[in-house]
């Protein structure tokens, strides 16, 4: 870490946006011995998502995704993400909840703990107000105004790089009181009954349905009052990542079947021999275990509906809500187009971009561009080059997917750049595919043996790449 005393020379870098990628990047400047001011505009201007003036409040679900760094790309991330030193990650670890081999945590103690942490880091300056324009003696700033953007910032950002489409939709599932989700129709267990990061493999609340149950739920989904679009949203995608559950049955009847609502790797203690049709699954939300997200339900259904057709679920007939779900508007870059490999406006280089305005999704990308996009703006301040990581590591590919990927374009010269989680396509091939034992071939079946055997190898690449990354920029930093 630079000594904070080398550094009082330099202009504060401003963080304008206080999510997850915006507290990230503040945390790593400071660990860096830069001086912050870390704007935020709540609770001064409100956002149709948020319901605290916490930094880095979870406003979707509460999972971080799997925490397996040997066979997923996101596992892998975290933990490339600890190695970092990663605020993001810490406290998420400091405030997980079972979620069987998830990484879920309790979105209060997490956005509780970040706040705290970045509260008490001398070198961040904590100040509440939107910003829509950051003003011209601003010679270093980083924009890390997420999903939920201000329209006036994001009409400023239109300007400056003259696109017209920076936006899209998003939607996030409803919370159930687990007092009264009825267990005697409900089981816990986690899918193949694997344990993850504080779990023991029964870490899910599982309510079955048959196909009968399933197909009426199919039919109230697509019938069900939906809310609507005023005209200036009309034309506005979604991201397929978080499709609304009733879009997502509208695209075919057992499209939910093979999606959240997947029965595989279930068994239901009740009727062992007989396997459910399909099953919705909940997962813990908060430490005290007594609240409880439906996975995958993200919705635009009207509130009304949503109590009314969730209620015929088994197991839910009685359910309590302590949030309903909701529809809200992202925005995002043509990051191909618009920015350098250090996420710098190719515009105008003092501005940086980081989280899910660049186009990455989820809460622990966004994070992770945050922390890269920090690492960048403090190595430029010293007056040094930091190249950006491998692209066979996690944060390395995705960088090189929102600043290079999809630069093609198709019909009537529009991008095909579309926002995306990490995942092992985005890395660079093996030089020769990995081998795996006769054991895993036997547990798994000869063609997951070779898939498991591949990521485990990608991962291990990542990691050892990572390492020697972070050497060369130590070494850098120190001469």
């Keep these: 870490m630079t000594n904070p005393t080398t550094?009082?020379?330099?202009?504060p870098i401003h963080v304008i946006g206080?999510?997850?990628?915006?507290?990230?990047a503040a945390w790593q400047l400071a660990r860096a011995g830069i001086s912050v001011i870390l704007h935020e505009m709540r609770p001064q201007r409100e956002t149709p998502a948020h319901k605290t003036d916490r930094y880095a409040e979870l406003v979707c679900s509460n999972s971080f995704r799997s925490d397996d760094k040997d066979h997923n790309a996101v596992g892998l991330l975290h933990?490339?993400?600890?190695?970092?030193?990663?605020?993001?990650?810490?406290?998420?670890?400091?405030?997980?909840?079972?979620?069987?081999?998830?990484?879920?945590?309790?979105?209060d103690g997490f956005s509780t703990a970040v706040t705290a942490a970045l509260e008490a880091e001398p070198l961040i300056t904590l100040e509440r107000g939107e910003v829509a324009v950051p003003p011209a003696d601003w010679n270093n700033v980083i924009i890390a105004t997420g999903p939920l953007t201000s329209p006036d910032l994001a009409e400023t950002v239109a300007q400056k790089t003259g696109e017209t489409q920076l936006a899209f939709f998003d939607a996030i599932a409803p919370i159930v009181h687990a007092e009264s989700i009825d267990m005697e129709k409900a089981w816990f267990q986690s899918r193949y009954d694997k344990a993850g990061p504080g779990g023991s493999g029964a870490d899910y609340i599982n309510c079955p349905m048959s196909r009968e149950q399933y197909d009426a739920f199919v039919e109230a989904l697509i019938a069900g009052d939906k809310t609507s679009f005023k005209e200036w949203e009309a034309n506005t995608p979604y991201?397929?990542?978080?499709?609304?559950?009733?879009?997502?049955?509208?695209?075919?009847?057992?499209?939910?079947?093979?999606?959240?609502?997947?029965?595989?790797?279930?068994?239901?203690?009740?009727?062992?021999?007989?396997?459910?049709?399909a099953v919705v699954q909940l997962r813990q939300d908060n430490k005290l275990g007594t609240l409880f997200n439906m996975v995958g339900f993200q919705t635009k259904l009207k509130h009304g509906e949503q109590v009314r057709i969730f209620r015929t679920i088994?197991?839910?007939?009685?359910?309590e809500f302590a949030r309903l779900g909701g529809l809200h508007r992202n925005t995002f870059l043509n990051s191909p187009k618009l920015l350098d490999e250090t996420l710098r406006l190719k515009a105008n280089p003092a501005w940086r971009f980081a989280g899910q305005i660049t186009g990455c999704e989820g809460y622990v990308e966004s994070a992770a561009v945050g922390l890269m996009a920090a690492r960048f703006a403090a190595a430029e301040l010293r007056g040094e080059t930091l190249a950006p990581p491998p692209p066979t590591t996690a944060h390395g590919a995705l960088i090189a997917h929102i600043t290079g990927g999809h630069i093609e374009t198709i019909d009537a010269g529009a991008s095909s750049f579309q926002p995306m989680n990490i995942n092992f396509g985005l890395f660079p091939p093996l030089a020769q595919p990995a081998s795996y034992d006769l054991?895993?071939?036997?547990?798994?079946?000869?063609?997951?043996?070779?898939?498991?055997?591949?990521?485990?190898?990608?991962?291990?690449?990542?990691?050892?790449?990572?390492?020697?990354?972070?050497?060369?920029s130590r070494a850098d930093a120190a001469e």
């Design 7 to 11: 550094m009082a020379k330099f202009q």
């Design 18 to 24: 206080g999510g997850l990628a915006g507290s990230e």
């Design 79 to 107: 933990e490339e993400m600890r190695r970092l030193d990663s605020l993001i990650m810490r406290s998420a670890d400091s405030h997980q909840v079972p979620a069987g081999g998830a990484l879920a945590v309790d979105r």
């Design 239 to 277: 991201f397929n990542g978080c499709l609304p559950i009733e879009v997502m049955a509208e695209r075919g009847r057992e499209t939910l079947r093979h999606g959240p609502m997947k029965p595989f790797g279930l068994t239901n203690p009740r009727e062992p021999d007989r396997k459910p049709y």
């Design 314 to 319: 088994p197991g839910l007939e009685h359910a």
């Design 439 to 472: 054991d895993d071939a036997r547990k798994f079946g000869r063609g997951s043996a070779k898939n498991r055997a591949n990521k485990s190898a990608l991962s291990a690449r990542a990691l050892a790449d990572l390492a020697q990354w972070i050497g060369g």
